[in-house]
T-cell receptor, first 113, second 111 residues
Framework: DGGITQSPKYLFRKEGQNVTLSCEQN?????MYWYRQDPGQGLRLIYY???????QKGDIAEGYSVSREKKESFPLTVTSAQKNPTAFYLC????????????FGPGTRLTVL | EDQVTQSPEALRLQEGESSSLNCSYT??????LFWYRQDPGKGPEFLFT???AGEEKEKERLKATLTKKESFLHITAPKPEDSATYLC????????????FGPGTRLSVLP
C-alpha cells in the first residue's frame, strides 16, 4: 500500500536534547512538508522540500533542521534551541503537476519532560 | 498576507440534522482550496480539492462548494461517525508552494 509513515508515534525529550522524527513516503512524490499542530491553531509550516537535496524554511523554522538526501525520506530534527517543542508533528507529501493535494502521515506527538 | 478562518469553532448536531461549515480566505493567486477531516491523534485525511468559484464536489454526506471569498462544507443527515475536526487549507504563491491552514471546526454528531 502506498502511503506516508512517521515514527515514532510518541516521543519524549529531555531538556537540552536533540531528537529526530522520521518521515518516509512511497508515493513517489517530489514535495515533502513538515507541520506543527498546537491545540486551537492551524497547521504551521516548519520546512518544506520540493526536490532532493533542496529545502526551504517555513514560518516557524527556528530550532528545527531537516535533510532531504533521498526522495522517499524527509527527517526532522528538533534541536535544543527550540524552546517550546511539545506539539503534534505532521509530515506531508505532494505530487507535482495537476495533483496538488497534500497527503499526511499519522503524526508524531513530542513531549518535553 | 494569506489568511484562512473557519467558523464555527465547534458545532454540535443531532444525528440527521444537516448544517454547513464555513471557510473564509484572503489569498493572492488562489491555486486550490482543500478540505480535510482529522480524527483525534491522527493525521488529516484528504476530502476535496476545489479550484475555481462555482465548483462543487460531493462524497457521501459531504458536499463542498467554493466562491471567490469562501467555501462551505455542507453535511447532510450526519451520523455520529462524521464527528471529527474539519480543516480547510488554501494553496497560493507563484509556484503553489504555500499552503495556509485554518484552525478547523470541531464537529460532534450526537446519536
Amino acid at each position: 500500500d502506498g502511503g506516508i509513515t512517521q515514527s515514532p508515534k510518541y516521543l519524549f525529550r529531555k531538556e537540552g536534547q536533540n531528537v529526530t522524527l522520521s518521515c518516509e513516503q512511497n508515493l513517489n512524490h517530489d514535495a515533502m512538508y513538515w507541520y506543527r499542530q498546537d491545540p486551537g491553531q492551524g497547521l504551521r509550516l516548519i520546512y518544506y522540500s520540493q526536490i532532493v537535496n533542496d529545502f526551504q524554511k517555513g514560518d516557524i523554522a527556528e530550532g528545527y533542521s531537516v535533510s532531504r538526501e533521498k526522495k522517499e525520506s524527509f527527517p526532522l530534527t528538533v534541536t535544543s534551541a527550540q524552546k517550546n517543542p511539545t506539539a503534534f508533528y505532521l509530515c506531508a507529501s505532494r505530487g507535482t503537476g495537476n495533483y496538488n493535494e497534500q497527503f499526511f502521515g499519522p503524526g508524531t506527538r513530542l513531549t518535553v519532560l | 498576507e494569506d489568511q484562512v478562518t473557519q467558523s464555527p469553532e465547534a458545532l454540535r448536531l443531532q444525528e440527521g440534522e444537516s448544517s454547513s461549515l464555513n471557510c473564509s480566505y484572503t489569498v493572492s493567486g488562489l491555486r486550490g482550496l482543500f478540505w480535510y477531516r482529522q480524527d483525534p491523534g491522527k493525521g488529516p485525511e484528504f476530502l476535496f480539492t476545489l479550484y475555481s468559484a462555482g465548483e462543487e464536489k460531493e462524497k457521501e454526506r459531504l458536499k463542498a462548494t467554493l466562491t471567490k471569498k469562501e467555501s462551505f462544507l455542507h453535511i447532510t443527515a450526519p451520523k455520529p461517525e462524521d464527528s471529527a475536526t474539519y480543516l480547510c487549507a488554501v494553496q497560493a504563491g507563484n509556484y503553489g508552494q504555500n499552503f495556509v491552514f485554518g484552525p478547523g471546526t470541531r464537529l460532534s454528531v450526537l446519536p
